[in-house]
């Protein structure tokens, strides 16, 4: 990703004449810009990992967002293509909005939650694909820029020669990510495709839900945001790649493909036997008993007995000892066999105590356990608190907000909120005069025919 060449009076070809300085002075390869670089001096923004790497956000809604947020957090400068009157989709999916403070300017019901997940530490520039003006802005952006991440249907780009191939004449470096429900490729592609149609369309909705009830979706969107993991880490390997070859490329991700990939153990057991799959389970596991939520006065308790010593400490934690040396439970295959016996009599028990209780009951036994809570309970979550995982920042027009934190810890680089969701356009006219070097007066003329906003 980064390269590091020691000037010693000599010339790094390709870039400019860097001021020479003594031998021991080094100058990083950061996007496509030279910097000095002295080691162990990184702090602040300069210990981010993407910082001076340029990203074009072509993408709506949740799985190219989600993505480009991550590249974001880790120091990118992002800059967020958005319609100049609706802006993304996510904008307008509420209740609830964060709500406008009085006397900011702004009127209507406030920034959408939704949009406000994904999109911090980004610019947004309203831009009109239907103006050439606008297509040519896109055209000179891209030129300077190190990843584009679009997610439009296969072809939709090419009429606006903002297509792989138009953009790769144009700037060899650029890593271009293609985020689309079925790919580029296959009978599926042109098919248009949110998470919830992948997850029912590629196995995962199938194995979701109670033994007996119908097939549902998970409660988040989680093909989209794996297929975000899976584009920004395949990102991350472009840029390593291009650093050695010099040459940007086309990456391809489909919500599908991520979707079969992270079926993971459950597709490996399909293929091995060649058997259909078991169905949905709940919270249960189809291999290991007891492996599931269970019942409480006030809520509910999940235990994890993954082996014959575990669910010895379950037994001893119940106050059933006796369960133990039962030859209808003593082993993991005769606890599957007896599944609804033992489940039976577990709930049986763990409706006597609150979730609280139980839980302190099993405090430091070396069982895995856990309550089952809701988001507010996980939001509050002591655990969740000393990790740092959420976050209040100011936004300008909605005053303080708490957002969910990057999750990762770094020993050194220091990923971070640093700016709130941006406002729709809020950053056009920055963008187009810092980065375009565009003056005023060409701005205004950009506004007044629609391009821009």
């Known amino acids: 990703m980064v390269k590091m060449f020691s000037i010693c009076g000599r010339l790094i070809r390709g870039a400019s004449r860097p001021a020479l300085r003594d031998s021991s002075s080094f100058y990083t390869l950061v996007g496509s810009q030279f910097r000095p670089f002295t080691a162990g001096t990184a702090s602040g923004d300069e210990s981010l990992p993407l910082k001076g790497f340029k990203v074009l956000d072509m993408t709506r809604v949740l799985a190219g967002p989600y993505c480009t947020q991550i590249l974001g957090d880790l120091g990118a400068d992002v800059i967020k293509i958005e319609h100049p009157t609706k802006g993304d989709d996510t904008r307008h999916w509420g209740p609830p909005y964060a709500k406008y403070k009085e006397g900011s300017g ?9 949009f406000l997940s994904v999109n911090r530490n980004k610019k947004s520039l309203g831009l009109s694909f239907q103006h050439k003006s606008g297509v040519d802005i896109l055209h000179k952006l891209a030129a300077t820029s190190d990843i584009l991440v679009e997610n439009y249907l296969p072809g939709t780009l090419k009429k606006y020669g903002m297509d792989f191939e138009t953009l790769h004449k144009i700037n060899p470096r650029l890593i271009y990510a293609s985020i689309t429900g079925y790919g580029q490729t296959g009978p599926y592609s042109n098919r248009a495709g949110y998470d919830v149609m992948v997850e029912a ?4 909705m ?3 839900g109670s033994r007996d009830g119908p097939p549902v979706k998970v409660g988040v969107a989680v093909t989209d945001l794996t297929t975000g993991l899976y584009t920004s880490n395949s990102i991350m390997a472009a840029i390593i ?3 050695r070859t010099g040459r940007g490329q ?3 991700v489909a919500l599908s493909d991520c979707q079969v990939a992270t079926l993971a153990n459950i597709a490996s057991s399909c293929l091995i036997s060649g058997e259909k799959d078991q169905g949905r389970w709940g919270t249960a596991h189809p291999s290991i008993v007891p492996y599931r939520s269970y019942r409480t006065k006030d809520g509910d308790i999940l235990f994890g007995g993954g082996n014959d010593r575990l669910f010895g400490l379950i037994c001893d934690g119940l106050g059933k000892p006796e369960w133990k040396d039962d030859a209808k439970f003593k082993i993991n295959a005769q606890r599957v066999a007896n599944r609804v016996e033992l489940d039976d009599l577990i709930e049986t028990t763990t409706k006597t105590k609150t979730t609280q209780e139980w839980l302190d009951v099993f405090e430091g036994s070396g069982l895995p356990y856990s309550a089952v809570n809701d988001i507010q309970g996980t939001l509050n979550h ?7 995982m959420v976050k209040e920042m100011n936004h300008d027009w909605c005053g303080d907000i708490k957002m969910v934190n990057t999750p990762v810890k770094y020993s050194e680089s220091k990923p971070s909120i640093r700016t709130a969701p941006p406002i ?4 056009t006219k920055q963008v187009l005069r810092e980065d375009l070097g565009l003056s005023e007066e060409d701005i ?3 506004v007044a025919e629609g391009a821009v906003k």
Do not use: N, P
Not at 106 to 114: I, L, T
Not at 201 to 204: P, S, V
Not at 424 to 427: D, E, Y
């Open 106 to 114: 702004k009127e209507g019901v406030g920034e959408s939650a939704y």
């Open 201 to 204: 369309e590629m196995g995962l």
């Open 206 to 208: 199938h194995i979701t």
């Open 241 to 243: 790649s291009r650093s």
């Open 250 to 252: 086309h990456i391809d």
């Open 382 to 388: 002591k655990h969740v608190l000393a990790r740092d």
């Open 424 to 427: 729709l356009g809020q950053h």
């Open 444 to 446: 205004e003329a950009l």
